[in-house]
C-alpha cells in the first residue's frame, strides 16, 4: 500500500493550495483519512481527518479555513488550504487507516511541503 502526496508548493499569505493524497495497492477498506503536518522544531499535529462517512474534525488553527474532503471511489483524500498564513508552514503529511483482516492498520505518505510567505 502506498500513499502518494502532492500539491505543495509557495504561496504568499492569503492565497490558497489543494493537497491531494491517493492511495494505492493491496486495498480492502479505509476507514478515517487525515492530513497532518510538521513544522520545523514542531511536533507532528492533526490538521483534518474524515472518516468513511464523511464526518470531518479539524484543529482548531484552521477551521473555517481549510475543508478536508474525499472521493472513496478513488481511495483520495484533498486538503483544501485557503486563506493561508505564515504559521501554515509545514510538511504535511497524509494519513489512511486501511482494515487489513481483522486489524486496522496506519499508512502515511511522504509528506509535500507547503510554504507560505508574508
Known amino acids: 500500500v502506498q500513499l502518494q502526496a502532492s500539491g505543495g508548493g509557495l504561496v504568499q499569505a492569503g492565497g490558497s493550495l489543494r493537497l491531494s493524497c491517493a492511495t494505492s495497492?493491496?486495498?480492502?477498506?479505509?476507514?478515517?483519512m487525515g492530513w497532518y503536518r510538521q513544522a520545523p522544531g514542531m511536533q507532528r499535529e492533526l490538521v483534518a481527518k474524515?472518516?468513511?462517512?464523511?464526518?470531518?474534525n479539524y484543529a482548531d488553527s484552521v477551521k473555517g479555513r481549510f475543508t478536508i474532503s474525499r472521493d472513496n471511489a478513488k481511495n483520495t483524500v484533498y486538503l483544501q488550504m485557503n486563506s493561508l498564513k505564515p504559521e501554515d508552514t509545514a510538511v504535511y503529511y497524509c494519513?489512511?487507516?486501511?482494515?487489513?483482516?481483522?486489524?486496522?492498520?496506519?499508512?502515511w505518505g511522504q509528506g509535500t511541503l507547503v510554504t507560505v510567505s508574508s
Open positions: 494519513e489512511a487507516d486501511l482494515v487489513e483482516g481483522f486489524r486496522i492498520r496506519d499508512y
Open positions: 474524515i472518516t468513511s462517512g464523511g464526518s470531518t
Open positions: 495497492g493491496s486495498i480492502l477498506s479505509i476507514r478515517n
